[in-house]
């Protein structure tokens, strides 16, 4: 079992930067798989990058070249910076870990992930 604790969510303009936090009760390293998710109101549940326990990254293309997901094992501690925002960023935010079957991509959906963070809202102004 693991705790995700998401958090940095706010307001910006279009074009600014955040960087989101998941503070994770286990060395991310450890985790098969953990991802950052969002939630547009009215949408499904998308994710937009993930982390393999061996460090492969995997972005959804809106975000590649935006988004960096990172973490850091000593601090138990999962990131996602943000540049270059756009107004269809907005959304909900949550980290998610993923213990079932091999593979770690941003195709995956939401089912696949067990562990969920509670959420931060971005919201991007244009």
């Known amino acids: 079992q693991v705790q995700l604790v998401d958090s940095g969510g706010g307001s910006v303009q279009a074009g600014g930067s955040l960087r989101l936090s998941c503070a994770v009760s286990?060395?991310?390293?450890?985790?098969?798989?953990v991802a950052w998710f969002r939630q547009a109101p009215g949408k499904e549940r998308e994710a937009v990058a993930t982390?393999?326990?061996?460090?492969?990254?995997n972005y959804k293309p809106s975000v590649d070249g935006r988004f960096a997901i990172s973490r850091d094992n000593a601090k138990n501690t999962l990131y996602l910076q943000m540049d270059s925002l756009k107004a269809e960023d907005t959304a909900m935010y949550y980290c998610a870990a993923k213990f079932l079957g091999n593979g770690c991509m941003a195709f995956y959906g939401a089912s696949f992930f067990t562990y969920w963070g509670q959420g931060t809202r971005v919201t991007v102004s244009s």
């Open positions: 982390i393999a326990a061996d460090g492969f990254r």
């Open positions: 286990r060395a991310p390293m450890t985790i098969p798989c």
